[in-house]
């Protein structure tokens, strides 16, 4: 008999769809009740939009309150990274979207393919849209899935370029510091400070950020707001600097810089050839100045801070918040030059040569070896010595002398219309400072090495001062310095910029290059204006300050255009009223006077009669310089150059204040300019006259627009009136 084989099938079946339904139903009541919640949060977050909120970066302020950077809002079109992820998608929406913000949708695809922003934050495709397009866009959500509109803040900078190497200016977070910022909670989209205070004080500047969470619709629309974190916005920041003195002292350096260029260096006669060859035959008689760049420092020495710091070539920090696509960077801000050569250094313009300028300093270092010999007692003030106009070495042989592997011989500079080096006679610390007497400071340089067991007790006493550490000042890039020794040489040698005979040792020779601001010795204007302070302060190492204070966010706006109500303003920390004091050093009486009259006869004279009257190196700059204004004492430098050409030689010059109810030091370096009383000198003369009020100064102007059709980095800038820079004897030719 034939078994029923359909009846077994659908028991079969019967049993799988029992089993079926039971899973089925397990599975329901594993989702009800224990994934519940889960599921319910993850329900509840396809219908929330977490949207960032950009806090409003803190504003920068000069010592009077005007606003050196401000913020200026703008509206930002961006897309979610979800709708872009597939390429067809992609190209839809881009394609949709570059009609409405004239951005071409290659330049869309460049910016997704860049990887440089965050993944959290929607991608920007369109930066400052007018408030027309945005409402338009935001019209069409169903059309645009996934466009947003983003409020966020452009830098304006209202005196550009004023202080630019100061204040700095903005740029987007690179390869090199992603991680720093990325784990510091910054989005990779956001601007941050690249140089000068915009860097050195971002994380004040910055703020933090805030959020909002909405519940959305299926098209994204705005249901309802369901919890916000406001943004807190960066604190504001005044400076020291005084805008003012800035624009004066920027305005007199260029200028300066300027008239230099009209100037010679004369390839004079060589007295070794009984004056019938030049001392470099290749070039002819007289060679311009190229006088391409430098820098000024006006300091208070009494409290540390920075009142101007100029630095030329300069340029507008606009730039760097304009569109410079198509090459246009390149053109203000040259990398090559028209050979397709790297720029000469010489005109390198996003550097603060006030701060990194590695300079030697001449003669304007003559004050430290000074204070070394007084304070050591290598030398009292009343021990003199003869200059003859050369010095020999008296701690090296004859043999090794004669040899010619050893230089035993050093000589002043050469006495005008002589070709000869001058002789200045019995010398004194004070009238060694007062002329200039290499040779007096030659002694200095080989007899307290030689006198001390050969250690290195001028290094010491010379970094009391500062020299061969950065000073602190809070500003990016700053260069230490370096003061000669074994181990700089050494290390040098390694590098191969000396060779390796030379860094071998320290020597006695190298002491005495040290010992008139040559050699290895290095600095800034900075480290200048700071170890002048200390003489001015009688021996008190100021940290220079140029923070003077940090305010809580939301300093108003004054009532004159270009100023924040300072009234109004809550200190976030202490106002800075002195600077940090670094060390105070060992300074007597005696020595501080001695040291002092020296650098005020600099500026007064007289000078010293030997084989003839020979004046000091600024008493014919300051012969009209008035009573009425502020006294200073200074001393003038002059670094020799490449391959010790005139031309190449740097001019240095360094004051101070012998008031204290006027309490400055100024600072200048102009490079490859001539001598330092005829280039740097004029500089500060005019700085202090215009300090005293006796100098006009043009008043200080909210800015033109940047004029993007250029290609200067800056408009160039003019002293309005330059004779200041005259003396007795010398007339300023016009720069037209």
Not at 164 to 169: N, Q, W
Not at 368 to 386: E, I, K, S
Not at 483 to 504: C, F, H, M, T
């Amino acid at each position: 008999m034939a078994v029923d084989k359909r009846a077994a099938r659908l028991g079969v079946l019967a049993v799988v769809a029992t089993l079926l339904f039971g899973l089925v139903g397990t599975r329901l009541w594993f989702l009800q009740t224990v994934e519940q919640e889960g599921l319910q949060e993850e329900v509840n977050e396809t219908k929330r939009r977490t949207v960032p909120l950009l806090p409003e970066r803190g504003r920068i302020f000069d010592a009077d309150g005007r606003i050196l950077a401000d913020n200026k809002r703008v509206l930002t079109v961006g897309i979610d990274w979800d709708v872009i992820r597939r390429s067809s998608d992609r190209e839809e929406i881009f394609n949709r979207v570059s009609g409405w913000v004239g951005v071409p949708v290659e330049e869309m695809e460049r910016r997704f393919e860049s990887q440089v922003y965050s993944p959290f934050l929607p991608m920007p495709v369109a930066e400052d849209v007018d408030e027309r397009t945005a409402v338009t866009l935001l019209e069409r959500v169903e059309d645009l899935p996934g466009v947003r509109v983003i409020e966020e803040w452009r830098r304006v900078y209202p005196y550009a370029p004023l202080a630019s190497h100061i204040v700095g200016y903005m740029g987007r977070i690179t390869a090199e510091t992603k991680d720093t910022y990325t784990e510091a909670g910054y989005y990779l989209n956001e601007r941050v400070g690249q140089f000068g205070i915009e860097l050195s004080m971002e994380r004040e500047l910055h703020g933090e950020w805030g959020y909002v969470t909405y519940e959305v619709d299926k098209s994204s629309r705005i249901v309802r707001e369901i919890e916000r974190v406001p943004a807190v916005n960066g604190k504001d920041i005044q400076l020291t600097i005084d805008l003012d003195q800035q624009q004066y002292a920027e305005q007199a350096l260029e200028t300066q810089l300027k008239l230099r260029r009209l100037e010679v260096a004369r390839n004079g006669l060589d007295p070794e050839t009984n004056f019938v060859e030049r001392f470099f035959p290749e070039y002819p008689e007289e060679v311009p100045y190229k006088a391409p760049a430098g820098a000024v420092v006006v300091k208070n020495w009494d409290n540390g801070h920075i009142v101007a710091m100029a630095s030329y070539p300069t340029f507008d920090n606009r730039w760097f918040e304009s569109d410079l696509g198509g090459g246009k960077f390149e053109e203000v801000f040259p990398s090559v030059d028209a050979n397709g050569d790297p720029i000469d250094p010489d005109e390198s313009i996003l550097v603060n040569r006030a701060i990194q300028g590695r300079y030697n300093l001449g003669s304007t270092f003559k004050p430290f070896p000074a204070y070394a010999a007084l304070v050591t007692g290598l030398l009292t003030v009343n021990d003199t010595f003869v200059d003859t106009g050369t010095y020999r070495m008296t701690s090296i042989d004859e043999g090794r002398c004669n040899s010619g592997l050893v230089r035993c011989v050093f000589r002043n500079a050469t006495c005008s219309g002589t070709g000869r080096p001058c002789v200045y006679g019995e010398v004194d610390v004070e009238t060694a400072l007062a002329v200039s007497s290499d040779a007096f400071f030659y002694s200095i340089g080989e007899n307290i090495m030689v006198e001390n067991d050969y250690g290195p007790v001028l290094q010491e006493q010379v970094r009391l001062f500062g020299f061969g550490a950065d000073t602190g000042i809070q500003l990016p890039f700053e260069f230490d310095g370096t003061v000669p020794d074994k181990e700089l040489k050494a290390r040098y040698a390694e590098l191969g910029v000396i060779s390796e005979d030379e860094g071998r040792d320290y020597y006695t020779g190298d002491n005495v290059q040290l010992s008139i601001g040559q050699g290895l010795l290095s600095a800034s204007p900075l480290h200048l204006a700071v170890s002048y302070s200390t003489l001015a302060n009688g021996g008190f190492v100021l940290r220079p300050e140029i923070i003077k204070a940090v305010y809580a966010p939301g300093v108003p706006d004054g009532d004159e255009p270009g100023y924040a109500d300072l009234t109004q303003a809550q200190f976030a920390e202490e106002p800075n009223v002195r600077g940090d004091l670094v060390r105070q050093i060992p300074f007597p009486g005696e020595i501080r006077d001695e040291i002092t009259t020296g650098l005020r006869r600099v500026i007064t004279g007289p000078g010293t009669t030997s084989d003839y009257y020979h004046s000091t190196t600024g008493e014919k700059l300051f012969y009209y310089y008035p009573d009425s204004a502020i006294q200073i004492a200074g001393k003038t430098g002059t670094a020799q150059g490449l391959n010790n050409y005139p031309w190449n030689d740097s001019s240095a010059f360094a004051a101070y204040s012998v008031d204290p109810e006027h309490p400055y030091t100024v600072s200048a370096y102009l490079e490859k300019s001539g001598y330092g009383s005829q280039a740097a000198a004029p500089v500060v003369k005019c700085i202090y006259l215009q300090l005293s009020g006796v100098a006009p100064a043009d008043p200080v102007v909210l800015s033109d627009p940047l004029d993007t059709t250029t290609n200067l980095a800056a408009p160039e800038k003019q002293l309005a009136d330059t004779s200041c820079y005259a003396g007795r004897f010398s007339s300023v030719r016009a720069t037209e």
